[in-house]
């Protein structure tokens, strides 16, 4: 079983939708939780850290489950913009292991 | 402030051919990152540099070499390329282990 597991999509919304992604991880051990965005032939960027109690940061919001080893994202009113591949990263042992999903795509379209 | 810059931004090498791929950062970071991006594989660390002196292997470490020559620069070597070596390689580098910064990265491909 892969460490990191992401449903790799593509997902097509109608701008405006409201779309999540969920990714699991295996080991209990992990620590901390991050969301990146990759757009085609470019570098990821961090769209947010994921904290247990969950965070929010305009349209979108990360949640992080626990007991159910896997985080969400949660995107509210699609815009064209979002469309990118976005990467599940989960660490444990500080910067000692740093585990990328394979990126979910998400195709926004008018 | 130019981040993270890596160089070249594209590659063409013959089997058994040898390069080093740069990369430098200005953000003053302690921990520094080369990963390998692949179709349907993802992103797989191929080795790292908690601090300047030293390294240690990643998830796929054959065939590369690693150089962290000072703080700002960390460069990858590999010694005799192969066809499995075409990829497009990242940079990233880190403060904390958190948010990593990614360089544009290098599209290398071994014929």
């Known amino acids: 079983r892969k460490e990191v597991e992401q449903d790799p999509g593509p997902f097509n919304v109608p701008e405006g939708a409201t779309v999540a992604f969920n990714c699991t991880y295996s080991n209990s051990a992990s620590q901390s939780f991050f969301w990146y965005r990759q757009d085609c032939r470019k570098e990821p960027k961090l769209l947010m850290s994921v904290y247990s109690s969950g965070n929010e940061d305009g349209r979108f919001t990360a949640q992080l489950n626990r007991a159910s080893q896997y985080i969400s994202l949660l995107i509210r009113d699609s815009k064209l913009s979002d469309s990118a591949t976005y990467l599940c990263v989960v660490t444990r042992g500080g910067y000692q292991k740093v585990t990328f999903g394979t990126g979910t795509k998400l195709q926004v379209i008018p | 402030n130019a981040g993270v810059t890596q160089t070249p931004k594209f590659q063409v090498l013959k089997t058994g051919q040898s390069m080093t791929l740069q990369c430098a950062q200005d953000?003053?970071?302690?921990?520094m990152y080369w990963y390998r991006q692949d179709p349907g594989m993802g992103l797989r660390l191929i080795y790292y540099s908690a601090s300047e002196g030293t390294t240690d292997k990643g998830e796929v470490p054959n065939g590369y070499n690693v150089s962290r020559l000072n703080k700002r620069e960390f460069s990858l070597r590999l010694e005799s390329a192969a066809p499995s070596q075409t990829s497009v390689y990242f940079c990233a580098s880190s403060e904390r282990g958190y948010e990593q910064f990614f360089g544009p990265g290098t599209r290398l491909t071994v014929l």
């Open positions: 953000m003053n970071h302690n921990s």
